[in-house]
């Protein structure tokens, strides 16, 4: 089992839609983080988040450290959020990747 | 943000010869860089962690004579594959943070190396 799961894998969205994406963890971290990756490869670092929630535009966080449990949302998707998601634990200085979510949002 | 930057972004080299990547902070101090290889549609896999003055540490399986690493200053570390061979093409990626855990962590721009 991966120490960090993500869900879903692909995601597809109509323009407009709220957009949930799911991350566990099995380990102890100091924080979380959530990531971006768009085609071309680079990573944006969207948030880093040890309690609560944190919002930045469109794009909202929360972590609920008793359960491990994080989300990622984003409200009015838009096209040009299509990318990759990635949550990574932050584990002794060492980030530990989820799989990634593949998101596709159409006009 | 900060900014890391990442060169070359693509590269095509020759098999058996040897590449060099470089990783620059731009506006912060990073003691400690990060190296990572991302195969298609995977999550990225830590090769090694670079540590400014001292020896990079290697995560298993990753050969250190193959992947060179060199972190000779607060803002620049590098990655030479060396000896390449087509099954080293991929994309490689550093990030760098300004603390330790806990704090942010940046990416450079992550660069795609061929070897034919």
């Known amino acids: 089992k991966n120490e960090v799961e993500q869900s879903p894998q692909n995601l597809t969205a109509q323009e407009g839609e709220f957009i949930t994406i799911n991350c566990s963890y099995s380990v102890g971290i100091s924080a979380l983080h959530w990531l971006q990756q768009h085609p071309g490869g680079g990573i944006v670092s969207l948030f880093m988040?040890?309690?609560g929630k944190k919002k930045h535009g469109r794009l909202i966080a929360t972590i609920n450290i008793q359960e491990k449990h994080s989300s990622l949302h984003i409200t009015a998707s838009h096209p040009r959020d299509s990318a990759v998601y990635i949550c990574a634990a932050d584990l002794r200085n060492k980030l530990i990747f989820g799989t990634g979510t593949r998101l596709q949002v159409f006009p | 943000g900060a900014v890391v930057s990442q060169h070359p972004s693509r590269v095509i080299c020759k098999s058996g010869t040897s590449v060099k990547i470089e990783c620059r902070s731009l506006?912060?101090?990073?003691?400690?860089m990060f190296w990572y290889r991302q195969f298609p549609k995977k999550s990225l896999m830590l090769m090694a962690t670079s540590n400014e003055g001292s020896k990079a540490t290697y995560e298993q399986g990753v050969e250190k004579d193959k992947f060179l690493i060199n972190h000779a200053s607060l803002t620049l570390s590098t990655l030479t594959v060396t000896s390449a061979h087509p099954e080293d093409s991929s994309f490689y990626i550093c990030?760098?943070?300004?603390?330790?855990?806990?704090?942010?962590?940046?990416f450079g721009q992550g660069t795609r190396l061929t070897v034919v």
């Open positions: 988040l040890s309690s």
């Open positions: 990030s760098a943070r300004r603390g330790g855990p806990g704090t942010e962590a940046f």
């Open positions: 506006d912060f101090q990073a003691t400690t």
